[in-house]
């Protein structure tokens, strides 16, 4: 790779920033939203920076998918991740990436970016000093540039450019420089590169360079970085699950500010004087008008005054309700808030529809951090047997009556069903712990001592 191209951008990554960055913003709900809003036109330039700054103030954004996403986060992680880890990386489940980030936080941080633009990234390094192997993190907007290669008939990364922010001191403050952080496959081996700028120089030119190596097996065949996205991990853009809902919440946002303009210019008065001769219209503007029941004003003979008001226009107010059902639709509200009566079955039905996009990319992060896991333990020389991390894609609450346990059990006496099967299914009502191995809950039935009902 030339020096002097490091900072190149694949032409995939150009076509969707635009889109992560709608996204982005609609799901944060600061100052940057009002960037999204339409400039108004004046003719003087003073009364147009005024105009647009009251048309801006007045605006009121409803943070729906925002808090879709949270919600969506809060199903995912209502029950914890089940985790098998080799007990050498136990440190992972407190500090996954040598800055405090709990392996649980690092998934949820995961989660959250893959659904808001669809790509999120996770590079596993080792440190050689503290002999530890942590995993960092990358925005879809860091991942600038990646290249496959068909290899012994498998598609595999040979290259990631990942775009990084370092603080640099400067005083007693310090400011932001940009390097670029090359993993590539070379002659069979990983090499990791990090790119900067030396001082006084326009160009990028190697910093750091070095083979990172396993305690068992030297060098890496393959680069430890995997993509997450919200349909699989390959290397390509998938689309952001929330980029429907977004463009649909910025539009409810710029209707938004239509409505409160309206509001406020059909709720202003204007008063009116009318069969005024001149010098009496030169009397009232020298001596002033106050309106009010106590401040009577003084009028000629066929003299008169009135208000003149605006009628209201509620067509921004029809098009906000229309979009706010469209966003229902979308998944914007777990449940819908109408006075419908709806059965079990269809209720469980419209909720597995509307979890299915976060039960893939709960799979997605699953998977990805299931891998790093793996690569850690090689890193370390250790044998990856039975390593997994899973979120919880049992995002519906099932709910049990007492009628149908009872029903569950019986099938189970009559040796309909098997044991492990009754226990599945009472894990799955959260009347046995989901986390507990079937094996175990099973042995603790077999073994327990019976109960013995006491004389009264």
């Known amino acids: 790779m030339s020096m002097t191209n490091v900072d190149f951008i694949r032409p995939e990554y150009d076509l969707f920033t635009s889109q992560w960055g709608l996204v982005r913003t609609v799901c944060r709900g600061g100052e940057d939203i009002k960037l999204y809003l339409p400039a108004l036109e004046e003719s003087d330039e003073n009364r147009k920076k005024k105009r647009n700054k009251d048309y801006q103030e007045r605006a009121v954004f409803y943070p729906i998918t925002g808090n879709t996403r949270n919600g969506m986060i809060g199903m995912a992680f209502k029950k914890d991740p089940l985790v098998e880890i080799n007990e050498k990386l136990a440190y992972l489940k407190e500090d996954a990436d040598g800055a405090g980030s709990s392996l649980y936080q690092l998934a949820q941080s995961s989660l959250e970016s893959v659904l808001e633009v669809g790509r999120h990234g996770l590079y596993v390094d080792y440190n050689d000093e503290a002999n530890q192997v942590y995993f960092f993190q990358y925005k879809a907007e860091d991942i600038i540039n990646w290249r496959t290669q068909r290899i012994n008939g498998r598609n595999r990364l040979t290259m990631v450019v990942l775009r990084e922010t370092v603080e640099e001191k400067a005083g007693f403050g310090f400011k932001d420089v940009i390097q670029y952080r090359v993993l590539a496959i070379e002659d069979g081996k990983f090499f990791c590169r990090v790119y ?6 326009s160009v990028y030119q190697i910093d750091v360079e070095y083979i990172p190596k396993r305690k068992i097996g030297g060098a890496w065949d393959e680069i430890p970085f995997t993509f997450i996205g919200a349909q699989n991990n390959d290397p390509s853009i998938d689309e952001a699950p929330l980029l429907g809902l977004a463009k649909i919440n910025l539009g409810h946002y710029r209707n938004s500010a239509d409505y409160e303009d309206s509001v ?23 001596k002033g008008i106050l309106v009010g029941s106590r401040s009577p ?27 706010r059902d469209y966003m229902v639709g ?10 419908k009566v709806k059965t079990v079955i269809q209720s469980v039905g419209e909720l597995n529809a509307q979890t299915s996009v976060l039960s893939i990319c709960c799979s997605n992060v699953s998977e990805a951090i299931t891998k790093c896991l793996i690569w850690g333990d090689q890193y370390l020389g250790l044998k990856a047997n039975g390593c997994s991390f899973e979120i919880n894609r049992d995002l519906v609450n099932y709910i049990a009556d007492s009628g149908m346990i009872r029903e569950i059990v019986a099938a189970w006496q009559s040796g309909a069903t098997r044991k492990s099967d009754l226990v599945r299914c009472l894990q799955k009502f959260d009347i046995i712990n989901p986390a507990d191995e079937v094996d175990n809950v099973i042995d603790e039935l077999n073994n327990q001592q019976p109960t013995m009902i006491g004389e009264r």
């Open 264 to 286: 406020f210019f059909c709720g202003q008065v204007q008063p009116y004087i009318s069969g005024l001769k001149d010098e009496w219209r030169d009397w009232l503007e020298k």
């Open 297 to 323: 004003i003084l009028l000629p003979e066929q003299g008169s005054c009135g208000y003149i008001q605006a009628q209201p226009n509620m067509l921004a107010k029809e098009a906000m309700d229309s979009k």
């Open 330 to 339: 979308l998944g914007a509200q777990l449940v819908s808030a109408d006075s």
């Open 196 to 201: 900067r700028k030396p001082a006084g120089s």
